[in-house]
């Protein structure tokens, strides 16, 4: 291949030119890529040589190799990037790409409620303008924004999470960074989106737990670190609990490392057990999985049932019990029965779940029969309606049965390094950054992700805790917060960081206002996130006089949006992006342009630089560094110069550090506590696993949806104090009688890659409806398909009373009877007001979180009902919202740059 490490700088008419990149649809960068291009354009992206350009010597240091019974595990020579990024010209060349700056065709700048018509946002067109005209409406509408109201009527979006791969380009952030200049913002809060039962729930039972926040388990000891946990669960499990998500499919994001360490298990014999609703990919995928088929948001009444056998038939580490844990004889009252006088044997259990009692005892015997280990991420019970109980639940499992000791341990997104580098500052960051993004910086005003519906709707807000998805301690939980922020707090707020930081401290209170002007670098709230509809129905008001988004396609919140700034992808940037985690072994490179830029397109960073010339801050964006400066100065402040000059470095393109010559005895995941739970304890506050909250029972004595201690709940109408009514055995279920699972997807990362069409052509990514549109699959068992009519091909009704939502119907027995599957992502193709074409299932998600003390979202295992749409409605609708369905459409990749821009 030779060296592939940087883009001839004047390639001949004609000729391939190579670069290497680090693709991913998440911010932690990918397994390493070949672009090839020619004429400054894609021909095609390939896996690479790792040993391109360095010899089999020289990489001997950096790769780890794990030997068990005879069968070896290591690093592949050839990369195995993640599907997106093969897919990725796809998604450069896209007929949905943004390629000039946009402006709504009936929105115009001044605030004025008759010219910005905040109602037609979703309905009317745009048309190109110049970069001239888009920042001149950026500068007077931030400058008329801040002198009316202040800089915190400034609504920043988007802070980390569900984009590209980036470093010093990277958006989620550079819009704070920018406005930090003009005296402040209101920050959008990330909230702990795919975690959020460990979050809200576990974090009471075993502490911070990774990033020293995130709630999946982590040992306070190592810095929140979980090392060598697949070392551990490779040479001593023998059972891995598929607990929450499919492995096949978002934490593929970086590379499809975890598709070949699962087939590796599988050759070394260990088994599988996967419960889910969905026979998902993962099940399907791999042969030696065991599928248990359970009902939507049901696995607190599963875990009880197995607990309750693992109690009467003394199968648990009682000694293990006695000197980790605390309060276990509360959880032994109320699982046998004691407490309410209702026994959770597997009988009770089996009603409630739809898992047969003979199941539920199989299951409980052979987890604790056999070393036993607990994989979770992104999906199923920890992003539902009361999502902390199941989230403690799953805690208490893995408490019972040693946690800690070999082969126990909990899998997750952050424990999924293969081996400590020398130079390694975390599981998952990268070793080099110079992301500019202003992002978990605590500010004087903000609003958690999922609560902007409602702050602008409403024009207040409360909640407790930040939510910030990490660093944050558990007892922040129990502190309330208020949108409009008061003043005085954030005065001692921005007193307590300046101090903090070593800097001068302000003495006057803020200019604290509502929000109206709304700035997002992550335009995907409305399907990413809870309550879609309720979203799209905030930002149709007066109150958000300006909104504009910086994107590379024209699609989901960028069509509701007045401007619209087009976005480089991460291929066409200068820039140094590596890889962190959930890939074989993380890297440093060097990511010089692949191809020309599409359009007019500008990086995040160069955005905020344009406009901070207008405002004589660019000086505080750049601090006076090229772009070339900025990669040669994020190498300087990393650890990299230890191993690697700067020169050879640049010779290379990419460099993977020397693994710490002790990374196999580092002590794996919870191992020093079970060997020494007084020595190295967690962060609770007994120091110990906690079956039982104190600290929940002080602050919140009266909130009987997250107790002391994790429960079987199933709400009920709010008149009587509940959030949540979206079980079986409530009164909604009569109008909505079934749950929907709606996970991630196999061929998109949350919403992006939906208009891939390399993907579309595969038979289960899309349904194609009688009218020759392309519809989000409905799963549903063939039971309840023909009680409702429904065939396959159908179009088909989901609804409740926030929405309706169209899909085509897949009948399959991969279903659970009683539910449905909608994967989450799609794109939203707005009919009417709470009526969308695209199938967006989270439009219709609850639009009240988690329960009332907890704002995180509930996305999945909540109540709908499914519909065939006759002709008669459709042909009405087709009457009423002609423009709806007049709109360009291509079947390839769906709705597209022309369905909206007039040309």
């Given amino acids: 291949m030779g060296n592939e490490n940087t883009q001839v700088e004047s390639p001949k008419a004609g000729a391939i030119t190579t670069t290497l990149q680090s693709i991913a649809c998440g911010g932690t960068g990918g397994e390493m890529t070949a672009v090839d291009s020619k004429d400054g354009k894609i021909v095609r992206i390939r896996p690479m040589r790792i040993d391109a350009n360095y010899t089999a010597e020289e990489l001997a240091g950096s790769l780890w190799t794990l030997e068990v019974d005879g069968k070896t595990f290591a690093p592949p020579m050839k990369t195995a990037p993640n599907y997106f990024a093969l897919a990725y010209k796809n998604r450069v060349y896209s007929k949905n790409r943004v390629r000039y700056p946009l402006k709504r065709v009936d929105w115009e700048p001044g605030g004025d409620p008759a010219k910005i018509n905040a109602a037609n946002r979703g309905r009317s067109k745009f048309v190109r303008i110049s970069w001239d005209e888009a920042l001149d409406i950026m500068e007077s509408e931030i400058r008329r924004i801040i002198d009316t109201y202040g800089p915190y009527s400034v609504f920043t979006i988007g802070e980390d999470g569900h984009r590209e791969s980036k470093d010093l380009h990277a958006g989620g952030g550079m819009h704070s960074t920018f406005m930090s200049k003009l005296g402040g913002y209101t920050r959008e809060t990330r909230t702990p989106d795919s975690v959020e039962g460990w979050y809200w729930g576990a974090k009471h039972v075993w502490g911070s737990g990774s990033n020293k926040g995130l709630g999946m388990i982590a040992p306070p000891q190592t810095g929140y670190n979980s090392w060598n946990v697949i070392k551990d669960i490779t040479e001593y499990s023998e059972l891995i609990c598929f607990d929450a998500g499919d492995w096949e499919l978002t934490q593929n994001y970086g590379s499809q490392f975890w598709s070949r360490l699962l087939k590796f298990w599988e050759e070394l014999g260990k088994e599988f057990v996967i419960v889910d609703p969905f026979c998902n990919y993962t099940a399907v995928c791999h042969p030696e999985m065991k599928w248990i088929p359970i009902l939507p948001n049901t696995d607190v009444a599963f875990d009880y049932g197995v607990i309750y056998v693992w109690l009467t038939e003394g199968l648990y580490d009682k000694e293990y019990v006695a000197t980790h844990t605390v309060h276990f004889d509360k959880l032994e009252d109320y699982v046998l029965g004691r407490e309410d006088g209702i026994p959770k044997t597997p009988e009770w259990a089996a009603e409630r779940c739809g898992v047969p009692e003979w199941t539920i005892k199989a299951y409980a015997r052979n987890v604790a029969k056999k070393v036993t280990s607990h994989a979770h991420f992104s999906s199923g019970s920890v992003k539902t309606p009361y999502s902390h109980e199941p989230g403690r639940t799953g805690a208490y499992k893995l408490a019972l049965q040693g946690l800690g000791k070999p082969g126990v341990q909990q899998l997750h997104l952050n424990a999924s390094s293969m081996a400590k580098a020398n130079i390694a500052r975390s599981t998952s960051a990268p070793y080099s950054s110079i992301n500019q993004c202003r992002m978990f910086y605590p500010n004087a005003q903000s609003i958690p992700r999922t609560m902007v519906a409602e702050a602008l709707t409403k024009g207040h807000a409360k909640w407790w805790g930040s939510p910030a998805i990490v660093y944050v301690e558990t007892s922040e939980q129990f502190q309330e917060f208020n949108y409009p922020a008061d003043p005085k707090a954030a005065l001692a707020m921005q007193q307590a960081m300046a101090a903090a930081m070593g800097k001068e401290a302000p003495t006057e209170e803020p200019r604290i206002n509502k929000v109206h002007m709304l700035w997002s670098e992550k335009p995907c709230n409305m399907n990413c996130w809870d309550g879609g509809f309720n979203y799209q129905d905030a930002i149709r008001t007066n109150e958000v006089e300006f909104f504009v988004t910086n994107h590379q396609w024209l699609e989901n919140d960028s069509l509701f949006a007045d401007l619209v700034l087009p976005v480089t992808t991460c291929v066409e940037d200068n820039d140094s992006m590596g890889s962190g985690m959930i890939v074989f072994q993380p890297h440093s490179g060097l990511t010089p342009?692949?191809?020309?830029?599409?359009?007019?397109?500008?990086?995040?960073?160069?955005?905020a630089c344009k406009l901070a010339d207008r405002f004589g801050?660019?000086?505080?964006?750049?601090?006076?560094?090229?772009?070339?400066e900025w990669i040669r100065y994020g190498f300087d402040q990393s650890r990299l110069g230890e191993e690697i000059?700067?020169?050879t470095f640049q010779e290379k393109g990419y460099y993977f550090p020397k693994l710490a010559p002790d990374w196999k005895e580092l002590s794996p995941g919870m191992r020093l506590f079970y060997e020494d739970p007084e020595a190295n304890p967690l962060d609770t506050p007994t120091g110990k696993i906690e079956f039982w909250s104190q600290a929940l029972a002080d602050n919140f004595p009266d909130d009987k949806e997250r107790t002391p201690m994790a429960r079987w709940i199933i709400g009920g109408p709010a008149e009587e104090g509940w959030t949540h009514d979206e079980s079986l055995w409530g009164e909604?279920?009569?109008?909505?009688?079934?749950?929907?699972?709606?996970?991630?997807?196999?061929?998109?990362?949350?919403?992006?890659?939906?208009?891939?069409?390399?993907f579309r052509e595969i038979e289960t990514v899309k349904v194609k409806g009688a009218d020759g549109y392309y519809y989000e699959p409905v799963w549903m068992n063939a039971v309840d398909a023909k009680a409702r009519g429904l065939a396959n091909g159908d179009i088909a009704k989901l609804y409740n009373e926030r929405g309706i939502v169209l899909c085509g119907v897949r009948i399959s027995e991969r279903i659970t009877p009683g539910s449905v599957m909608v994967n989450k992502g799609s794109r939203v193709d707005p009919i009417a007001p709470h009526i969308d074409r695209g199938g967006a299932i989270n439009l219709i998600s609850p639009t009240n979180q988690v329960s009332k003390h907890c704002k995180g979202f509930a996305v999945t295992g909540y109540l709908l009902e499914v519909e065939k749409l006759e002709q008669a409605e459709y042909d009405e609708w087709k009457e009423k919202y002609p423009e709806a369905f007049a709109r360009d459409y291509d079947p390839a990749i769906g709705i597209n740059y022309n369905s909206w821009v007039i040309e």
């Fill in 617 to 628: 801050i660019r000086d505080q964006i750049d601090l006076g560094m090229t772009q070339d």
């Fill in 732 to 758: 909604r279920c009569k109008d909505y009688p079934l749950l929907v699972t709606a996970n991630p997807a196999r061929f998109r990362v949350h919403v992006q890659g939906d208009d891939i069409k390399w």
């Fill in 645 to 647: 000059s700067w020169e």
């Fill in 593 to 607: 342009p692949a191809c020309d830029r599409v359009g007019e397109s500008y990086s995040d960073f160069e955005i």
